[in-house]
């Protein structure tokens, strides 16, 4: 079992940045992917941003893509994702998502542990 909480979430204009954070405990967090996805209003769960255990592959969504850079730190079990230029579009439900398995995608079905997420307003 993997415990996932996300913080950092908050209210920004458009053109700011956030950096949300991911606290993971449990079993070992460097055999785990780690992703984020996010659920706006009325919308499906879709992904944003993926890495894999040792930070060697990094995959983004097309429209978050050299906005958001994804980044882990194993020693304090940690993933964070920072978010420039935020956009009106980009605000939803950011959440946390842990992967075991040989090769993470971005299909939310196979990835294993949630967090509860946390709330991004981007204010035009």
């Known amino acids: 079992q993997v415990q996932l909480v996300e913080s950092g979430g908050g209210l920004v204009q458009a053109g700011d940045s956030l950096r949300l954070s991911c606290a993971a405990s449990?079993?070992?967090?460097?055999?785990?992917?780690m992703g984020w996805f996010r659920q706006a209003p009325g919308k499906e769960r879709e992904f944003v941003a993926g890495?894999?255990?040792?930070?060697?592959?990094?995959q983004y969504a097309a429209s978050v893509n050299g906005r958001f850079t994804i980044s882990r730190d194993n020693a304090k079990n940690m993933v964070y994702l920072q978010m420039n230029s935020l956009e009106p579009e980009d605000m939803a439900v950011y959440s946390c998502?842990?992967?075991?398995?040989?090769?993470?995608?971005?299909?939310?079905?196979?990835?294993?542990?949630w967090g509860q997420g946390t709330q991004v307003t981007v204010s035009s």
């Open positions: 998502a842990a992967y075991q398995g040989p090769r993470f995608t971005d299909q939310p079905s196979v990835w294993n542990y």
């Open positions: 890495i894999s255990w040792n930070g060697g592959r990094l």
């Open positions: 449990g079993r070992t967090f460097s055999n785990y992917a």
